[in-house]
Structure formats: structure tokens, C-alpha cells
């Protein structure tokens, strides 16, 4: 009975040890598992052209020449709203959104392959596209679906086109 009580307690001490290292054919992050099991679009692959919407915020992407139009509307009603119209680039696993006429609202947003969100902080051009409290900044949008004509069919509250036909 007295060597028990050594021996459970060296047999406790060697249970806190740490737990070996994976290796690094083993360790392999979820996305691009799901990305290589064809779970999850790979955001570089993915065609940015189509429809994207949250509650009534709306945004559209159309192919262009050498980059894209986007067009974006965020209508909180009674005076208070965005609408936005520019070029979108890719860049890496975002997008360089440029808005305006003179172009002075440009920034990165991230972009997964499904859904495009706006950074919380824009460059100060960016409060010209917007009326009364509403803002770009950190506005989130999910594909609607890839289709043109559902992109050139997305229109403000004054019923102007906001990607043209």
C-alpha cells in the first residue's frame, strides 16, 4: 500500500504532457478541404459578375472591357441612402472597388466567392455617394445568382439601371 501512492502519482504526472505536433501533411486547413472536395467555390475561380443582395441593399456586377461595373444602392427610405456606381477589379482573393465619377472612392473589399463586403472604414470621397446617416462602409452583400441579365436588371429607387443593359 505505501508504493501505491508513488506510483499513482508519477502515473499522474506524465498525463499533462504536451500533445505532439501534427504533421505537415496532416495539417491542411478546412477551407481548402472543402475547396478541393468541391464543398466550398474557390473565391479565385469564382466569376464576381451577377446579383448580390442583403434585406433591401442591393449591388450588381457586370463584365466590362478591362474591369467591371458595379453598381450599389442602399435605400434606408426618407432621405437616407447610397448609390453608387464605378469600375471592380479582382485583386488576389479581394476586389478594388472604385466608385464616383472623379474616382475618389477606392478600396479593397473581401470577397469569398459568395458573399462581398465593404470595409468599415472608407476613404472620405465615399460619404458623397450617400444621403442623410447611411453609409458604405461595412455593408455586406450575398449572391443572388450569376446571371447578366439578373445583374443589368437591378435598379435604384428612382428605377434607373444601376449596371446599364
Do not use: W
Not at 442602399?74 to 479582382?90: K, P, Q
Not at 473589399?109 to 444621403?131: F, M, N, S, V
Request: charge should be neutral; include cysteine; hydrophobic fraction near 40%.
Amino acid at each position: 500500500m505505501k508504493l501505491a501512492g508513488p506510483v499513482l502519482l508519477l502515473g499522474l504526472a506524465g498525463c499533462g504532457g504536451p500533445a505532439p505536433a501534427p504533421s505537415a501533411d496532416v495539417a491542411v486547413d478546412l477551407e481548402t478541404a472543402a475547396i478541393e472536395r468541391g464543398l466550398v467555390r474557390d473565391p479565385k475561380d469564382a466569376n464576381i459578375a451577377g446579383a448580390y443582395a442583403r434585406g433591401p441593399d442591393r449591388l450588381c456586377i457586370v463584365a466590362a472591357a478591362a474591369t467591371h461595373r458595379i453598381g450599389i444602392v442602399i435605400d434606408y427610405g426618407e432621405g437616407n441612402g447610397c448609390r453608387a456606381t464605378g469600375s471592380v477589379r479582382r485583386d488576389g482573393e479581394g476586389l478594388i472597388l472604385t466608385l464616383g465619377s472623379d474616382g475618389g472612392c477606392r478600396f479593397a473589399a473581401r470577397y469569398d466567392g459568395e458573399h462581398l463586403a465593404l470595409p468599415g472604414a472608407l476613404p472620405k470621397a465615399c460619404a458623397r455617394l450617400c444621403t442623410g446617416r447611411a453609409a458604405l462602409a461595412g455593408a455586406q452583400f450575398a449572391r443572388l445568382g450569376e446571371s447578366l441579365p439578373e445583374a443589368q436588371a437591378m435598379r435604384d429607387a428612382d428605377g434607373q439601371a444601376l449596371c446599364g443593359a
